[in-house]
Nanobody, 114 residues
Framework: QVQLVESGGGLVQPGGSLRLSCVAS????????MGWYRQAPGKQRELVAT???????NVADSVLGRFTIFRDNAKNTVYLQMNSLKPEDTAVYYC????????WGLGTQVTVSS
């Protein structure tokens, strides 16, 4: 099993920035990719960005150039730096790992509003 704990969400004004963190613990050997998904009210959960242990990334077009994903393998942590936030980025952001099984965190709320 892998346990994931997210942090860093909150309320921010349009144009602002936030950094999300996700720390993994447990059976770390199961992890190949780490990433972030989000779910807005009334919408399906969608990919935001993922990153492999090698550092290769996959980033959604809707956030490309504004969000950056990076990871610290020594700390089993993945980050999502979110800049130039827009109201449409408002959602619950979930940490996810893939490899020997898929695991999810409980999510952290990000609200972009003036």
């Amino acid at each position: 099993q892998v346990q994931l704990v997210e942090s860093g969400g909150g309320l921010v004004q349009p144009g602002g920035s936030l950094r999300l963190s996700c720390v993994a613990s447990g059976d770390i050997f199961r992890i190949v990719r780490m990433g972030w998904y989000r779910q807005a009210p009334g919408k399906q959960r969608e990919l935001v960005a993922t990153i492999a242990e090698s550092g290769s990334t996959n980033v959604a077009d809707s956030v490309l150039g504004r969000f950056t994903i990076f990871r610290d393998n020594a700390k089993n942590t993945v980050y999502l730096q979110m800049n130039s936030l827009k109201p449409e980025d408002t959602a619950v952001y979930y940490c996810n790992t893939q490899g020997l099984g898929s695991y999810w965190g409980l999510g952290t709320q990000v609200t972009v509003s003036s």
